[in-house]
């Protein structure tokens, strides 16, 4: 067989990959205000789509509003202050560019490990490994 035959070959037997934008859909955050406090409705599903640890985007958000938060039993984020939807969703993203999406491929499959103290963002479709945003 010729290169370009085995080309061809490798070509029709690699799987169809989809657009990572397209398949890593992190949901709207829902925000409601309650007194002194912005209630993140459903931060429960989007830290599952993100596939991170609560207390992780928790931290990242907290510094990113500049404010201080907490997890309620029923899985939701208490913020101290008035957020707005925008502001909520801005935090979010930023969390995903630094700790979900390979800046390689930009891919959301990745994982964060830690190396000799640091963390680093392994990506398990390129196998990029970047240090994080954090």
Partial sequence: MSYDDHLDRALEET???QD?????QVPDPEVRQEGNVTVFENFQSTTD?????DDHVMKFVQNELGTSASIDERGRLRLTGDFR???VADAIDAYADAYVRCPECGLPDTRIVR????ELLQCDACGARSATGG
Wanted: hydrophobic content about 20%.
């Fill in 49 to 53: 789509s993100l596939g991170r640890e």
């Fill in 15 to 17: 799987p169809d990959i």
């Fill in 115 to 118: 190396e000799n103290g640091a």
């Fill in 20 to 24: 990572g934008s397209e398949r890593f």
């Fill in 85 to 87: 939807q925008r502001r």
